[in-house]
């Protein structure tokens, strides 16, 4: 498993399994947002298996399955509120993290600038810079 951090308080990471769950409650999560729709993965790492994990080890588990037809602005919307309405840092996941920043940058437009989402993206491992367009849009459209 490999977490990598946007922001002190949102990570992503690759598909995690059952095994994961014990380093993920050592690294301080309160909160797993699985954003990989189960008709990617095998019964065993499909959210059900992930989610009861996550529960008995006492984290919070969300569900918001993303695909290029879901990205949707209630989905975007929803996302930050799963990843800002809990006490403390939250990892979500999907096939390689790819979807969990793309809706973590969608999701900052009204915050942060352009060129600072794709920097935290960046920083991350996540080359995003062919969202700038829509990136900017959403933020012209928000000032």
């Given at each position: 498993?490999e ?6 308080r949102?990570?992503?990471s690759p598909q ?7 380093a993920?409650v ?12 189960n008709t990617?993965?095998?019964v065993?790492?499909q959210?059900?298996?992930i989610?009861?994990a996550v529960?008995?080890?006492?984290l919070e ?5 993303l ?11 929803r996302?930050?509120d799963?990843?800002e309405?809990c006490t403390g840092?939250v990892?979500a ?10 809706v973590?940058?969608?999701?900052q437009?009204?915050?942060m ?14 080359a995003?810079?062919n ?9 012209g459209?928000?000032?």
């Amino acid at each position: 498993m490999e977490i990598r951090p946007i922001t002190p308080r949102y990570a992503v990471s690759p598909q995690i399994t059952v095994e994961d769950v014990p380093a993920i409650v050592d690294a301080g999560f309160v909160k797993v947002i699985c954003n990989r729709p189960n008709t990617e993965v095998p019964v065993d790492m499909q959210s059900d298996a992930i989610g009861q994990a996550v529960r008995a080890a006492g984290l919070e588990y969300e569900i918001l399955e993303l695909t290029h037809q879901t990205m949707t602005p209630e989905n975007v919307t929803r996302q930050r509120d799963l990843a800002e309405n809990c006490t403390g840092p939250v990892l979500a996941y999907c096939a390689s993290g790819t979807r969990c920043s793309v809706v973590w940058a969608l999701g900052q437009c009204d915050r942060m600038s352009t060129d600072d989402i794709l920097e935290a993206t960046t920083k991350a491992g996540y080359a995003l810079e062919n969202l700038r367009p829509t990136l900017d849009q959403i933020r012209g459209s928000t000032d």
